[in-house]
Antibody, heavy 121, light 108 residues
Framework: QVQLQESGPGLVKPSQTLSLTCTVS??????????WNWIRQHPGKGLEWIGY??????????YYNPSLKSRVTISVDTSKNQFSLKLSSVTAADTAVYYC??????????WGQGTLVTVSS | EIVMTQSPATLSVSPGERATLSCRAS??????LAWYQQKPGQAPRLLIY???TRATAIPARFSGSGSGTEFTLTISSLQSGDFAVYYC??????????FGGGTKVEIK
């Protein structure tokens, strides 16, 4: 079965770029019909969709939450079966648990275990 | 953007009792709704999709209903492992994909 695992720094300084990677195992990131997403959860709060990348036929397409679009980049490395998130110009408001998740154009399943990123100097 | 509103924010229920959670969409999403369960320190887990279809390995005590703008998640007889936070998510109109604010089911 497909499993996802996030990795990356747990501490980022304000104004810098947050970078996370999600490693997919048990399935190909190039599978038709599956979209690879980032979702975050502020401490003690609800879930916020960040965006996705869809990669098939050697072509990738992305879609981002309009509220974050100016600062977000999602990319894929098919050789490593990974996809990544970059969020620029971070502030304390970007402190959150970041999840990667697979989406089939409907619901999210499965999810990674999540990784806490704290923005602080 | 479709706003998803869940109520109540917290629901206190005794083990063995029924829990009824509500989710309302700001406009019709037909049956394009999923429910997730999140336990402390864990990622959300898919429970229900299509408003009423249980995901793989989800016990029958979990049931979903509704369409349009009003949805319900019912847990027929709460067990100890069911005390968690539950989120609804719409996938009818996006971007953005949106979640409700969650309902925490706690032990009474």
């Amino acid at each position: 079965q497909v499993q996802l695992q996030e990795s990356g720094p747990g501490l980022v300084k304000p104004s810098q770029t947050l970078s996370l990677t999600c490693t997919v195992s048990g399935g190909s990131i190039s599978s038709d019909g599956y979209y690879w997403n980032w979702i975050r959860q502020h401490p003690g709060k609800g879930l916020e969709w960040i965006g996705y990348i869809y990669y098939t036929g050697n072509t990738g397409s992305t879609y981002y939450n309009p509220s974050l679009k100016s600062r977000v980049t999602i990319s894929v490395d098919t050789s490593k079966n990974q996809f990544s998130l970059k969020l620029s110009s971070v502030t304390a408001a970007d402190t959150a648990v970041y999840y990667c998740a697979r989406w089939d154009y409907k619901w999210f399943d499965p999810w990674g275990q999540g990784t806490l990123v704290t923005v602080s100097s | 953007e479709i706003v998803m509103t869940q109520s109540p924010a917290t629901l206190s229920v005794s083990p063995g009792e029924r829990a009824t959670l509500s989710c309302r969409a700001s406009q019709s999403i037909t049956s394009n709704l999923a429910w997730y369960q999140q336990k402390p320190g864990q990622a959300p887990r898919l429970l229900i999709y299509g408003a009423s279809t249980r995901a793989t390995a989800i016990p029958a005590r979990f049931s979903g209903s509704g369409s349009g703008t009003e949805f319900t998640l019912t847990i027929s007889s709460l067990q100890s492992g069911d005390f968690a936070v539950y989120y609804c998510q719409q996938y009818n109109n996006w971007p953005p994909l949106t979640f409700g604010g969650g309902t925490k089911v706690e032990i009474k």
